[in-house]
């Protein structure tokens, strides 16, 4: 199985701070890599997918890059609504596999 | 609109069974895939199981592999999971998702539903 290692695993960041969140996959996967949001007793929330295209309805503040097996989600400028989990999962083979969160906190 | 809604979730002994379902619609249901993934208290998301647009073709996680078992019914809309040998740590809210549809790659979900809680405990 693919493993997906985020970094960090929580941060504290302030509204209007820029914040950027990396995930490692274990072996190439080359651009099959989704980003997901998760507040509690909510279902996740698919931001980015194909590394860097913004789902539909996501505000552009969203970013993702990266391919191969470094990856890199950005939030230009936290607004409150923010503070959230964030995963990264590859959906390169099966089993599909998430990174361990990472959740930003104020 | 795109809905899905899941039901059957409770308490159950462990090496006891429950079912659970999914219910779509706002969509095609039988031209897509399903996937369902859970999160256990505390910890992070974990896929558990797939199966095609057909039903033809189910894969699993290890975790689960044996022990659970997904189905659909197109005629009805509506996707299940049923869990056997539950174990304290199949404690989660289970999740299902709409996943790609014909032809396509699969894994990427954009829809889910609200979750349906899952706790295995004497």
Same mark, same amino acid.
């Given at each position: 199985?693919?493993?997906? !290692?985020?970094? $960090? #695993?929580?941060? +504290?960041? =302030? ?10 996959? @274990? ?28 789902? !539909?309805?996501? $505000? #552009?503040?969203? +970013?993702? =890059? ?10 230009? @400028? ?29 | ?122």
């Amino acid at each position: 199985d693919i493993q997906m !290692t985020q970094s $960090p #695993s929580s941060l +504290s960041a =302030s509204v209007g701070d820029r914040v950027t969140i990396t995930c490692r996959a @274990s072996q190439s996967i080359g651009s099959y890599l989704n980003w997901y949001q998760k507040k509690p007793g909510k279902a996740p929330n698919l931001l980015i997918y194909t590394a860097s295209s913004l789902q !539909t309805g996501v $505000p #552009s503040r969203f +970013s993702g =890059s990266g391919s191969g097996t470094d990856f890199t989600l950005t939030i230009s @400028s936290l607004q409150p609504e923010d503070f959230a989990t964030y995963y990264c999962q590859q959906n390169y083979n099966t089993p599909p596999t998430f990174g361990q969160g990472t959740k930003v906190e104020i | 609109e795109v809905q899905l809604l899941e039901s059957g979730g409770g308490l159950v002994q462990p090496g006891g069974s429950l079912r659970v379902s999914c219910a779509a619609s706002g969509f095609t249901f039988s031209s897509y895939a399903m996937s369902w993934v859970r999160q256990a208290p505390g910890k992070g998301l974990e896929w558990v199981s797939v199966i095609s647009d057909s039903g033809g073709k189910t894969y699993y996680a290890d975790s689960v592999k044996g022990r659970f078992t997904i189905s659909r019914d197109n005629s009805k809309n509506t996707m299940y999971l049923q869990m056997n040998s539950l174990r304290a740590e199949d404690t989660a809210v289970y999740y299902c998702a709409k996943d790609g549809p014909t032809g396509s790659s699969w894994y990427k979900w954009a829809y889910w539903g609200q979750g349906t809680l899952v706790t295995v405990s004497s």
